[in-house]
């Protein structure tokens, strides 16, 4: 068994003063806010570049040279610290440490990570900030976060669609341009224009027993299909009987999903992404 980084991002040219200079946002907070800015964002592993970090497990027969590949499965999540200094090269005063842990260090759920590079103008992370430490740089007193991802992979922009399902219309397309061979499973509104048992299929599945049953649906009700849960607007309608808990689910490339009544569908997705180590 052994481990292989696929990577993460490292702004900092090694063996060089140079660095990269950018903004950042982190949940509803903008680095420019605080009058800061990124300088470096590095792996926290001294063993090796721990980005998004798999296992390959192999065997092979016992006469033959060439190993077999079982699986390759994610290990961990991505981790690295990130570096800030002022934008106008002053150190960064004690107000601004705190106001920046109160705003970045919080114990609650994963925030949305943006770096506005152009590198990185389509790569999202869902990341907590914690372990801040005061650093110098060039004599420039900054700070340092320990940043740790909800995920081992990166995520796209957030792509946003509605569709209209009629009499004549009873499909959709959706093409994913997807980094990962992992089935994306999108939000989904639904407001039904007819009454019925809702069918929703995907000429992507391999499999052509699985598809997305909703009974008993009334006309006006909204169905939300998130995290791969189900739910009606129409308080009386007991949707965990009436579906059997099938959530559509998208591929790499074309998908075209069938609707058999008609609707408005609001789609809601984010494509998985890959980071390479860059040495600027």
């Known amino acids: 068994m052994v481990s292989t980084p696929y990577g993460l991002f ?25 009058g800061v800015m990124a300088v470096s964002l590095e792996s926290t592993s001294s063993r090796f570049n721990k980005g998004q970090v798999s296992e390959i497990v192999t065997d092979k027969a016992a006469l033959v040279v060439e190993y077999q590949k079982i699986s390759q499965n994610y290990k961990e999540p991505m981790e690295f610290t990130l570096q800030v ?36 103008g389509d790569a999202w992370v869902r990341a907590k900030f914690y372990n801040p ?17 909800s995920s081992p992979v990166a995520f796209s922009d957030e792509y946003e ?5 009629t009499d004549t219309i009873k499909t959709i397309s959706i093409y994913v341009n997807n ?12 407001t039904m224009l007819e009454a019925g048992n809702l069918i ?42 009436d579906s059997n808990l099938i959530c559509p689910r998208l591929y790499d490339e074309e998908n075209t999903l069938t ?9 809601k997705y984010r494509e998985y992404r890959k980071l390479v180590i860059n040495f600027l």
């Not at 490292?10 to 605080?34: A, I, V």
């Open 200 to 241: 929703i299929s995907n000429s992507a599945e391999t499999d052509n027993t699985y598809k997305t049953e909703i009974k008993n649906l009334q006309s006006g009700e909204i169905i939300t299909i998130k995290d791969e849960n189900i739910a009606s607007s129409r308080s009386t309608h007991d949707i965990m009987s």
């Open 85 to 120: 200094i002022n934008k106008d090269g002053s150190d960064i005063s004690s107000e601004q440490e705190r106001a920046m842990s109160k705003a970045f260090c919080n114990r609650g759920d994963y925030e949305w990570l943006f770096i506005h590079d152009e590198r990185f």
């Open 259 to 267: 609707f058999n009544l008609k609707c408005t569908i609001l789609v």
């Open 179 to 190: 980094d990962e061979e992992i089935e994306i499973y999108p939000e989904l509104e639904i």
């Open 133 to 149: 430490q005061t650093w110098t740089v060039m004599e420039v007193k900054g700070i340092q976060y320990t940043v740790q991802t």
């Open 10 to 34: 490292l702004f900092k040219r090694k063996g060089s003063e140079k660095m990269y200079r950018g903004s950042f946002t982190f949940g509803n907070w903008c680095s420019d806010e605080f």
């Open 161 to 165: 669609n509605t569709h209209a399902i």
